[in-house]
């Protein structure tokens, strides 16, 4: 599945997927059902985890509603941006703790 955004020349230069190894850091891959690169962060997270690099993602359906447009996650007055926070947190409290042991 890959984004018609990501499949415009000038776009397809700045995208990361075409680089990801398994080098790359743990990531924490979030997306709102209405944001126009959702797609894009849907492959970037099954490509970093294809390659054996820890990914969290939280993804919400077609269907969520309200829709959540890019940069959803800064919006702390509804459900889903402290789950998006709450996720981050969780996130970076994992790698912190795998990175001291």
Partial sequence: MSSPVARRPRVC??????FVTDKFPPAFISVGNEDPLRLHSYDLASRLSSK??????????D???????????????????????????SFLSKCVNESWE
């Fill in 13 to 18: 230069s700045l995208l990361r997927i075409k």
């Fill in 52 to 61: 054996g690099v820890l990914v969290d993602s939280l993804f919400f359906p």
């Fill in 63 to 89: 269907d969520y509603s309200p829709g959540l447009p890019h940069e959803y996650q800064f919006n702390l007055d509804n459900e889903a941006g402290k789950r998006a926070l709450e996720g981050t947190i």
